[in-house]
C-alpha cells in the first residue's frame, strides 16, 4: 500500500491532534522536487540525533513542548514557534511533552 501525499489543491489538515497524538505516525503530507512537508510526532522523551536537511528548513511546533538545538544554542519550542534553518545546518531535537511538528524542507535542485 502506497502513502497517500496530498495532491496540488487538497486542503490538509495540520491543527493540533490532541487526544489523536499518542496514536498519529510521524508522516509526509506532501513531496514535489522542490519542496518536502511533513508531520513530525515525537512523544515525550524522544530524540533525534544531530543531522542535517539537504535544503533550508522550517520547523514549526503545532502542540507540545520540543527543545531544538542549533548553532550552539538550544531553542524550546512551544505551540505556534517556528525556526528557520540553512541547508545544512546541524541541529537536533527532543521533546518534552508528546508533540507535532510541522517540517518544511526545501529540496536542492
Not at 45 to 51: D, N, P, R
Request: one cysteine or more; charged letters at 20%; a negative charge.
Amino acid at each position: 500500500m502506497s502513502i497517500h501525499h496530498a495532491k496540488p489543491g487538497e486542503v490538509i489538515d495540520v491543527r493540533p491532534l490532541g487526544e489523536a497524538l499518542s496514536d498519529t505516525k510521524t508522516r509526509a503530507l506532501f513531496k514535489t522536487d522542490r519542496i518536502e512537508v511533513l508531520r513530525l510526532v515525537m512523544p515525550a522523551g524522544k530524540t533525534i540525533a544531530e543531522h542535517k536537511a539537504p535544503g533550508e528548513i522550517t520547523v514549526q511546533c503545532l502542540e507540545g513542548q520540543i527543545d531544538f538545538t542549533t548553532m550552539g544554542q538550544t531553542h524550546a519550542l512551544a505551540a505556534g514557534d517556528m525556526l528557520f534553518l540553512a541547508a545544512g545546518e546541524p541541529h537536533a531535537l527532543q521533546a518534552h511533552q508528546d508533540s507535532s511538528v510541522l517540517v518544511t524542507i526545501c529540496l536542492p535542485n
